[in-house]
């Protein structure tokens, strides 16, 4: 498709989305102008509507645009004035000037319909699929047997068996994993596939609203094939989100379209969820993904020491495998750590430099409770645990709450996103708490004695 017809297309899908008024004050008889490399130049007939997409609906219109052209794209909007239609000598109307116009460029005798092409759907949102992500890579155990063929079952016959399918777990199990490899599987059968964490679902809704173009937002995620989920349990206390899920589940399970669900607790365990919500995952296949077992662990370290190119004794495998059982993702974080010292050293790495690493990566923090960690700092502050998870912007509650959320990370096995849900935060709010402290520990020394101290009696679980 070349970039006229890319955004022909896209300009009739955006005219079928958008409500009628928004379309005809800022999309009305737009054009493209020009393509300089990757930027589609839009004219439009005003600064108003020019200044109106490019600040507010941008996103929605690439997204449209980049859909139909099967390619990332950027866009700039500029105002272009048409010039008037010229009648050719011996016509009455402009009209008959286009018409022996489209006949000359042959194009008359086609009809709309074939000229306008269908436009191919990107199958993922804006970010890319992890390309390790595939099921051929996914190393099951005979603990994990169930969870990996009930994936490759939906994989060959989305729709069809499972659905919904629900997986559940903890943290660094291979949810993520596998909700991506199944989207992979499908975008290669040519099915239009969508995965997407539902943080991200919650923040394309909440510009949908905020540009009034919802309708782009439902035809999006209610035209797919294969909708996947991850991290549901997100969408906790988020009315809107949650109604708009609903609706989408609905119209895609009516229409025996397969969606896959990731969460970190069984439906039933969702609480904060609506009944409806959890009621409709609970009447798929749910099932669990379990921490790999010490075969599979080892199995897992071999294949990275494979595609890694590095020669990792199997006594050196096997310590990391014995000594890491929590989830395949701190594993990971410890055999980087066994990697780099033996590609930066140039040195075979060693027992002993192996149990080095060990003994610096795990720190105290196994019997360490979020709870505990709240508690204590709000002791130590003169404050309520309810305090520093509220809302107050005070300077001294702020600090208690940047405290608590160092700590907890620094001392617990919680995953960000967990830690942001104990403090009604989001995750990015939390790790920049944590580099903040960081950086203020270093230059306060009154403050490092404060951590310092609470961390003392977080881990001997003294109130005195």
Known sequence: MNPQE??????????????????????????????????????????????????????????????????????????????????????????FQLLARQQQQGDAQIPLHERVARPQRAEIPESELNPRYTLERFI???????????????????????????????????????????????????????????????????????????????????????????????????????????????TLHGLNKQIVIASDRLP??????????RSRFSGGLVIDAQPPAYETRIAILQNWAIDRGLDVPRHVLEMVASRSKTNVRELEGIFNQVAATQQLSRRDITLNATVDILDGYHRPRENVSLARVLEITARQHGLKVHDITGKSRLGRINQARQVAMYLARDMTVASLPQIGEAFGRTHSTVLHAYHKMLEDIKQDSDLERLVNDIRERVLTHSDD
Request: proline share 4%; glycine share 6%.
């Open 6 to 95: 890319a955004w022909s297309a896209a300009y009739h899908q955006l005219e079928l989305q958008l409500d009628r008024a928004s379309f005809n004050t800022w999309l009305r008889n737009a054009v493209l102008l020009a393509v300089e490399g990757d930027v589609f130049v839009i004219g439009v007939i005003s600064t108003f509507a020019r200044d109106m997409l490019q600040q507010r609906l941008y996103r929605n219109v690439r997204r449209t645009l980049v859909e139909t052209y099967g390619r990332p794209v950027e866009m700039r909007f500029e105002v272009h004035k048409p010039e008037p239609v010229r009648e050719m000598p011996g016509s009455d109307a402009p009209l």
């Open 140 to 250: 099951p155990g005979s603990e994990n047997q169930m969870v990996y063929a009930a994936a490759n079952a939906v994989a060959e016959r989305p729709g069809s068996i499972y659905n919904p399918f629900f997986i559940y777990g903890s943290v660094g199990l291979g949810k993520t994993h596998l909700l991506q490899a199944i989207a992979h599987a499908c975008k290669q059968r040519g099915l239009r596939t969508v995965y997407v964490p539902s943080e991200a679902f919650i923040n394309d809704l909440v510009d949908a609203i905020r540009t009034r173009s919802t309708v782009m937002f439902r035809d999006r995620y209610r035209s797919v094939d294969v909708l996947l989920i991850d991290d549901i349990q997100f969408l906790a206390g988020k009315e809107s989100s949650q109604e708009e899920f609903f609706h989408t589940f609905n």
């Open 268 to 277: 039933s365990d969702l609480h904060t969820l609506e009944d409806r919500l």
